[in-house]
Structure formats: structure tokens, C-alpha cells
């Protein structure tokens, strides 16, 4: 049998021939065999050999396209060099792609030994903590954030505020204690978009990562080395602010709490009250703070509430914040009139006010009067009002004030034993407060006798403490002419309580007779309706009587 080589069916042959001799069956193009054992050979494999030649099912044309590929198409590929360098770029590729993931992984795993890292937002407290430690830090910046800090100005009483330069937006590097640190500064949006607050201030996000080569060894982690950070900035902050009293008011953006401003600490003696009242309310909160053990012993919750009520303009609020900084506490002001109150947002509100405070409800008889809401300003309950006040969720806050100028519009419910333990009453100005505020202000001793004077001018309980800072302001370069003045103040003041309990009494005469007048017109609607009753009986009678008469 005469196979030519490059023919299919040769091809297909000569390669069955070649595994059963193990050489090459071609000399020349051809090849003798011995004759019995090509022919068991060839019995064996007939069926496959006949496949590979007339290729008609399904495997057959499986096995000649494994041929073609294998025997034809690589070798043929793999002797084009232009196909042999495009292999070997991407097995190249390849590997630089595989080692280059096992570098990162690696790493990875560096940094999660060696780095650490926190996260603040603007909205936190702790940022402006932050800020103001990294404006007093050596960094690599060339970029700064200007702020004006005017909470703890010191300039010989000249309104200038005291500059800081904190690193902008960006990142930068300093040394710390030993630590390198990495501090990344970034624009923050909210969930419209926004990067400012209702406002116009930016919503910033703050990443500090430190590096600790020695982690492994150091017992201190990286966790203590990030608090160590947090806690000598806050004491580098309050070591400025160490004769102000924080205030925080209700952020709307975030439904939570911001610092809103530094006041000054306002010393008790600048409070013009009663002293019993003074010394009363002292001794009371120094004892409450003392006993801390002895609540929990006994399982009472650790809390007390204070009311005080009073006219306007007669110090409460004053005196609030002066107690606050007796004890050093800061003061957390809420008002249950704010338009986005709600008893959820009240209740977190109390859950999360901030630590060392005491927590100032203003004017609560403006949101409720008796047990409703007033005028639908808020959709705030009073349920949902006593549940933030004595619920188990608010044992953080341990002193609860409540202001009010009207005691008896409140619900006994809310000022009751338990959330109401001391109640602290403020009235208009007696004499003592009247003497008292003159001589504070005019301190010389050629005014002794013009205090005396205007006390004995000023009556009592006419005034409130407000009233008398107003005339004092408006003389305090010439008190001699304030009594003078006082006296025309009061006989104005006078008209005026007149003319206002006058039109009073007028506005109350016209809703009584409003109401008169609508009473009558009733009674007169039910006399016609009488009369017309009265007409159809009459009517009916006499239709009755004619058609007996006609029967």
C-alpha cells in the first residue's frame, strides 16, 4: 500500500504506523513492514483508522479537529515568532500581574500590623477638638484652613480674634511622640449632596493614620497610641477654655448635638438673688453629686429635676448658667418648640446629650399647655415629653432644669415628685436685689447714698432684675440722673400696666358679649322655630276641625 505524505488519510495512517513502530514509518516517502504483524496491527485498529479517513459521527470529527490543531496548527504557530513573542509578553504579564498582588497582599498585611487609623466627622465633637491640636502641630502643609477663633481672645480688650492655621484639605505628615503621623483632610457630603450645613458651614471628614514599627514588641497598641492623640487634644483644648462654660444647642442637619459657643464663667455673685434661694439650691446639687454611691446602692435612678418659674427678665437662665459653672459642668439647651421635635428625636436627643452637663428645657409651658400641644407648633406628645424625662433610656442625664414663666399652665404630671424634685421660684425685684445691682454696678463710695435713695424710689416686686440692668446700662456714666429718670420710667410703666390691664378688660368685655351675642341669636333662633311649630299645630287643628265639621 503505496501512502504519500501531506495526504489526509496518509497523514492520518503514517502517524497510527509510527506509535506501533516507535520511528518514523517513511523512508522517502515510502515503508515496508513485516506483512503478519502489520496485519494483526492493522486489525486492531481498522475501526479507528477508517474513522480518521471517512470521518461521518460526531467523535470522528472531534478526533480530526484534535489532529488538525495539535499536529498542524501549534507547531505551525509556534515557529511564527511574531505569535511566539505575543506569548511570552502575556505569560510575562501574567506574572508581573501575580506578583505584583502577592506585594499588595503583603502589604496589606504590613500595614494591618504596623498602621493604624480613626476617622472623625465635622459634625463631632472630638473634630474641633482635632482641629485645634493640628494647627499647633509641624507639618509638612503648604495649604492652610484659616479659622478665627473667638472663644478665648486675650488682646487687651481689643475685638481681634486669634488665627489659627490648620492644615487644608489634603494630606500631611508630622512626627508626634515618636509616632509618624498621616493626616488626610476631606470634603464630606451629606445625603442630598451637599458639603455645607443649613448653616454655610463645611461638612469635612478628617482620617489620621499613625505608624508603629515597634508594634510587635510595644505593649501599648495602636488603639491607646490613637486615644493617647484624642485625649491630648481635648486637653489641649480645654486648657484654653478652662474659665468658659461649653453651651450646646440641637444641630438641625444631623439631628443631634453641637457646641454652639464659650461663655464666660459667670461667677454666682453676679447673680442677684436671695441668698437663701443661692444657698439653697448650692447645697442641694453639692449634696446630689456627692451621693452618687448611695442612688446606686439603693437602686434610685441618679437623676434630679429642678423648676424655675417665674416672671420674665427675673434671672433664671442666668443663674442657670452660673450653677454650671460652679461645678464646672456644660449646659445642653433643648427647646420642646424647636420645629423638627419629635419624640423620637427627643429621645435620642436626651440619650446622647453630651457628658458633664446638665441638660436646660426652656420655656416649657410654650410647647404644652395642660397636656396638649400648644397651637401645633411641634409634633412632639407630652407621652413621648415624660418618657424622654424619667424613661430608663434617660439615666444619663443626671440634672434636668426646666424654665417656665408660667407654673400654672403646666400639667401636674410633668412637675410631680421624680422628675420635678426642687422647685425654685423668682420674683420681681425686692428691695435687697434693688440695692444690691446699684451698688455692684457703682461700686464708689460717694454712691452709697444715691443706692439708698433709688431703693426707697423703686418699690417692690414692680421691677424685674432685667428692667433695672436696662436703666443702669442706660446711666452708667451718670447715675445721678438715673433718679430722676427712674421716676418717669415708673409713671410710663405705670400707664402702661394700665393701659394694658385696660385693654384686657376690653378684649375679655367683647368675648363676653360676643358670646352673648351668639347666645341670643340662638335664643332667638329656637323662638322662631318655636313659633313656626306652633303655627303648623294650630294649622293642623284647625284642618282637623273642618273635615269633622264636614263629616
Known amino acids: 500500500m503505496d501512502l504519500m505524505s501531506g495526504d489526509l488519510s496518509g497523514d492520518s495512517l503514517i502517524s ?54 495539535f499536529v498542524r496548527t501549534i507547531p505551525n504557530l509556534l515557529s511564527n515568532n511574531i505569535f511566539s513573542a505575543g506569548i511570552s509578553i502575556m505569560v510575562f504579564s501574567y506574572a508581573i500581574r501575580v506578583l505584583w498582588d502577592q506585594i499588595i497582599a503583603i502589604s496589606d498585611s504590613f500595614r494591618n500590623i504596623f498602621y493604624y487609623s480613626m476617622e472623625f466627622k465635622s459634625v463631632d465633637q472630638t473634630y474641633q477638638y482635632l482641629r485645634h491640636w493640628l494647627s499647633n502641630q509641624k507639618s509638612n502643609a503648604k495649604s492652610f484652613s484659616v479659622v478665627a477663633d473667638w472663644q478665648n481672645v486675650d488682646n487687651d480688650g481689643k475685638n481681634i480674634p486669634n488665627v489659627m492655621f490648620v492644615p487644608g484639605l489634603g494630606s500631611h505628615y508630622f512626627k508626634y511622640k515618636g509616632y ?84 464666660a464663667m459667670r461667677p454666682m455673685e453676679s447673680v442677684v438673688l436671695p441668698e437663701k434661694t443661692k444657698q439653697d439650691t448650692t447645697l442641694d446639687i453639692s449634696n446630689f453629686l456627692d451621693d452618687e454611691k448611695w442612688y446606686k446602692d439603693n437602686g434610685i435612678p441618679y437623676r434630679r429635676g429642678y423648676l424655675l418659674f417665674g416672671a420674665p427678665g427675673t434671672g433664671k437662665t442666668s443663674f442657670i448658667l452660673a450653677l454650671a459653672a460652679k461645678f464646672k459642668l456644660s449646659v445642653s439647651m433643648l427647646s420642646f418648640s424647636h420645629p423638627m421635635m419629635t419624640d423620637n428625636f427627643l429621645l435620642k436627643l436626651v440619650n446622647n446629650s453630651p457628658s458633664n452637663t446638665l441638660l436646660l428645657l426652656e420655656d416649657v409651658d410654650a410647647a404644652f399647655v395642660d397636656r396638649k400641644s400648644a397651637e401645633g407648633k411641634t409634633k412632639l406628645t407630652f407621652s413621648g415629653v415624660l418618657n424622654a424625662l424619667d424613661g430608663v433610656a434617660s439615666q444619663k442625664n443626671k440634672l434636668v432644669f426646666m424654665t417656665t414663666n408660667h407654673i400654672e399652665r403646666l400639667s401636674p404630671a410633668l412637675i410631680r415628685p421624680g422628675r420635678v424634685d426642687f422647685k425654685v421660684e423668682f420674683k420681681l425685684a425686692n428691695r435687697h436685689q434693688i440695692k444690691n445691682m446699684f451698688v455692684r454696678l457703682f461700686p464708689k463710695p460717694e454712691h452709697e447714698a444715691l443706692a439708698e435713695k433709688f431703693s426707697d424710689i423703686v418699690p417692690e416686686y414692680v421691677l424685674s432684675p432685667a428692667e433695672l440692668q436696662g436703666l443702669f446700662i442706660k446711666h452708667k456714666y451718670n447715675p445721678e440722673e438715673m433718679i430722676e429718670d427712674t421716676s ?14 385696660k385693654l384686657k378688660e376690653q378684649e375679655k368685655k367683647d368675648a363676653e358679649e360676643e358670646a352673648g351675642g ?30 269633622e265639621k264636614q263629616e
Open 16 to 69: 497510527v504506523l509510527t506509535q506501533f513502530s516507535g520511528s518514523s514509518p517513511l523512508a522517502n516517502g515510502t515503508a515496508t513492514y513485516n506483512a503478519t504483524s502489520l496485519l494483526q496491527y492493522i486489525n486492531q485498529t481498522a475501526p479507528l483508522i477508517y474513522s480518521m479517513i471517512n470521518p461521518t459521527s460526531q467523535s470522528s470529527y472531534l478526533l480530526w479537529f484534535i489532529h488538525i490543531f
Open 180 to 263: 509618624r503621623v498621616w493626616v488626610d483632610r476631606s470634603e464630606d457630603k451629606d445625603n442630598n449632596g451637599a458639603i455645607s450645613n443649613n448653616y454655610g458651614e463645611p461638612n469635612e471628614r478628617m482620617n489620621i493614620t499613625i505608624f508603629q514599627p515597634w508594634a510587635i514588641l510595644s505593649r501599648n497598641t495602636g488603639k491607646q497610641a490613637l486615644k493617647m492623640i484624642i485625649d491630648d487634644a481635648m486637653a489641649q483644648y480645654h486648657e484654653k477654655t478652662t474659665a468658659q462654660t461649653n453651651v450646646y444647642t440641637v444641630c438641625d442637619d444631623y439631628a443631634d448635638w453641637e457646641m454652639s459657643c464659650m461663655r
Open 488 to 501: 418717669n420710667y415708673l409713671q410710663e410703666l405705670k400707664d402702661y400696666k394700665a393701659l394694658t390691664e
Open 518 to 547: 351668639e347666645g341670643k341669636n340662638e335664643e332667638k333662633a329656637d323662638k322662631k322655630n318655636q313659633e313656626k311649630s306652633e303655627t303648623k299645630s294650630e294649622e293642623k287643628a284647625d284642618e282637623k276641625s273642618e273635615i
